[in-house]
Structure formats: C-alpha cells, structure tokens
C-alpha cells in the first residue's frame, strides 16, 4: 500500500512485530493477505496461520484480487480444520486449538515450526489471522503468554510479523495486555461508509492524520478510487466474490460495476448463473458429505449472492407483490436461492423458514401475510407435508391472489423462479 509505506519509511520495520486492530469487516484480513501477496511476489517466504478460514477459501479469495498464493513460497499453518472437526491436510496443522504450549498439537509448536522451516530460504514475513479465535477457545492470560513468546522469539529471529484482533471483542485490560508486546499498532475504523486506517504506534514513525482507503478488486487502496477493470473482468471478480462467500467484497465490485455503467440485465443474467452454480456444488457435496455439511458450506455463497440481488433489486422497478417462499426440507439453499433470484424480477420476498409441521407454518403464513401475497412452498414431489400445508392454505386464504406452489427440490433455482414468474402470470 504506496502512501502507507511512504509514511512509514518504505514498510514495516523489520523485526518489528505488528497488531492490526478493528472491526469485523473493516479490512483486517484483506490487508494481510495483501502483504502477504507483496512477500511472494519479492520472493520472500511467507508463513501464515489462519484461525479463520480454511485453504481453499483464502486462496479464492486471493485470486479474487489477482494474488497468486499458490507458491512453495507459502507456509500455511492450518489452526482452523480442528475447530470443525475436521481433519486437515496440511504439513503445519493444529490439532487442538486450546493447546498454546509447545507441544505438537499445539498452536504454539506448528506456527514456529513452519517459522523454522520457512526461514532456511531467508527473511520471511508472518501473518497470525487472528488473536481473536485464540481467546474465544481459551483463558485470557495464557492468550497474553502465548503471544508474549511468540513476539520474542519472532522478533528475535529478525521477522516482521503482523497479528489480527478484534476490536471490542474482549476486556479492555486484555487488549492493552496485548498491545503492549508490539512494535506497532494500526487501528482500521469504518465511519460513515469510510474507512480509515489509524497509525496508533509504530516504532521511529511520528503521528500522523487518519489514512482513508478503499478495498477495491486490487485490494487495500489509499487515496481517491481507482478505475474499473474492463467488465469481463468486473464480472468474472463479482462471481469469484459470491463463491468465496465474501459479503464485503461482493457488494463493492457490484456497487462499482454498477457505478461504471454495467448493464443491470447482465449483472442480474451472471447472479442467476451463480445461483445455479451454488445448487450444483450444493447437490454434488451431498453426495460427497452429508446434507447439514453441505449446507454448511453452502450457506456463505447463498448470503453473498443474496446480498448481490439486495443491492441490484434497488436499481429495478418494483412489481409491487410480495411472495412468501416456505420450504419443508431441511438443510437445503433451494428456497434462499428462488427468494433471491425472485428480487432480481422486482417482487419483494418475504422467508417464512422451514417448517415439518403443517399447521405451525399455516400459524407463521397468518401471522406475516397482509394483502396481495403470492405463496411458494419449496418441497419434494408429492411430500405429504407440503400438500397437506397447501390444503390448509387454500383453506384458510386471506386473498384471493394467492397463488399456492409446489416446486420439486431437484430444480434448478433459474427454473424453480421461472416455474414461479409462470404460475403468477396466469394469476
């Protein structure tokens, strides 16, 4: 990041070891990988310990930004696997995130493990993303140890590190505790939709004013705005940003794009593509999982796409209906996805949840539904739940513009919302 290198001196001091403090979705993580980029592509080894995200996520979302991170230059220690039961394949893995002694389990043992290996192809930086997890799994005071050695030894070695902590997250006095075992501390602030990155400390740098920064499709940015990529790869970098499931990332190249004169009909045209695509990757981990780790899975895209179809509904003309979307099956993104891609056609979608019981979702459908509703009940052919619900609906209609629908489960959700747009044509 040119201006805050420029007001550092050229970067980081080296040795100096660095916690980067802020809000959920403020950047935190975004700049890291940044200066990890920026490691690999001067041919420094990196080591990078992520208590947050598995593998295959940061390195969508590195590609989101252009950043290749698959290099035998990268030193992933994996200390997120063991907090989903799940068994990593990583050379670095913790396999008990409460363990911060130096133990082979432990958190302590892989990250200085995959230090010692990284350092024998010279300097290296390291990135600790973040603190924060360490102190939901364990008691404060060991946290503060744990970091008070590793800042040593790290800073013994002569490696500039940087460490992630949740602003507001934990006790003041463990903050401070923290912040006191640093060279320097970086505040990121989100005022008024800008953000501002905070010099608090740093080792030889005087105070300096607030910094404001954008993170754009080329990452932390200081400074005005920098232009739009040409649109294919505006759009290539929005579905990239659905399908890591990153809100924040999403919603800025959509609001550029938007801004940059993309056409409405081809950016609503690409979410109901990745609609499909989520469903797809949905039913083929199925198959490969279970339907609850599926979902699991799934759930992060579905948000962001949802988040997509938010943003664009507000730039097309409202038909002026509501649809309340139900479903009667478990652990499935079919109804998240229909409600969405229905937004994109400028009907106003109202989720009534997932119901097994008939009569408490006809109680639910009472309860949320004024005049002029449209119904759509999500469900398996023939599933006795769902026809009994549509019975009872019909039944107990407070309008006559219901439109009562039953749509198989193995639709695709482009099809599943045509089925729909269909039904409510002919009224």
């Known amino acids: 990041m040119p201006k805050l290198d420029d007001i550092l001196g050229g970067g980081f001091p080296r040795g100096a070891q660095i ?22 592509k001067n041919d420094q080894p990196v080591v990078y310990m992520s208590t947050t995200d598995p593998l295959p996520v940061i390195l969508e979302r590195a590609s989101f930004f252009g950043w290749d991170f698959k290099k035998p230059l990268l030193y992933y220690v994996d200390a997120y696997s063991c907090q989903v039961g799940e068994t990593s394949r990583a050379k670095f893995a913790v396999s008990d995130i409460t363990d911060l002694t130096y133990t082979s389990r432990g958190v302590s043992y892989q990250l200085l493990s995959a230090v010692e290996e990284a350092g024998k192809k010279g300097f290296l930086r390291v990135v600790v ?66 953000r501002f990155i905070v010099i608090r400390k740093m080792t030889g740098v005087r105070s300096v004013a607030p910094l404001e920064f954008e993170i754009t499709v080329r990452g932390v940015v200081g400074g005005p705005p920098v232009e739009m990529p040409v649109k294919e790869e505006v759009l290539s970098r929005l579905e990239k940003g659905i399908m890591t499931g990153d809100l924040a990332i999403t919603s800025i190249v959509l609001e550029k794009a938007i801004r940059a ?80 891609i229905l937004m994109l056609h400028g009907y106003d ?58 749509i198989g489960s193995d639709r695709k959700p482009s099809e599943a919302a045509s089925f729909v747009l269909e039904e409510l044509e002919r009224g």
């Open 129 to 194: 993303d973040s603190i924060s997890t360490l102190l939901f799994h364990n008691d404060e005071r060991e946290v503060v140890k744990f970091c008070n050695f590793v800042t040593k030894k790290l800073k013994a070695m002569g490696y500039t590190a940087i460490y992630t902590l949740e602003k507001g997250a934990h006790p003041e006095s463990t903050e401070k505790s923290i912040e006191s075992l640093m060279d320097g501390i970086i505040e990121f602030e989100v005022k008024e939709d800008k």
């Open 261 to 340: 004169g993309v056409r409405w009909e081809e950016l609503a045209e690409l979410l109901i593509n990745v609609a499909d695509r989520i469903n797809e990757e949905y039913s083929k981990f199925v198959w490969l999982f279970s339907r609850e780790e599926a979902y699991r899975k799934a759930i992060p895209k579905v948000n962001a796409l949802k988040k997509a179809c938010e943003i664009l509904s507000k730039h097309i003309a409202p038909v002026g209906i509501r649809i309340a979307v139900a479903s009667t099956v478990q652990h499935d993104p079919l109804k998240k996805l229909v409600s969405a």
């Open 19 to 40: 916690l980067i403090v802020g809000p959920p979705g403020s950047g935190k993580t975004t700049f890291c990988e940044q200066f990890i980029f920026e490691g690999l």
């Open 349 to 406: 979608t109202l989720d009534l949840g997932v119901r097994k019981d008939p009569r408490t979702l006809l109680k639910r459908l009472k309860r949320v539904m004024p005049k002029a509703f449209a119904l759509c009940c999500i469900s398996p052919l023939r599933d006795p739940v769902a026809s009994e619900f549509t019975y009872l609906a019909r039944r107990d209609s407070l309008s006559e513009k219901i439109v009562i629908l039953l």
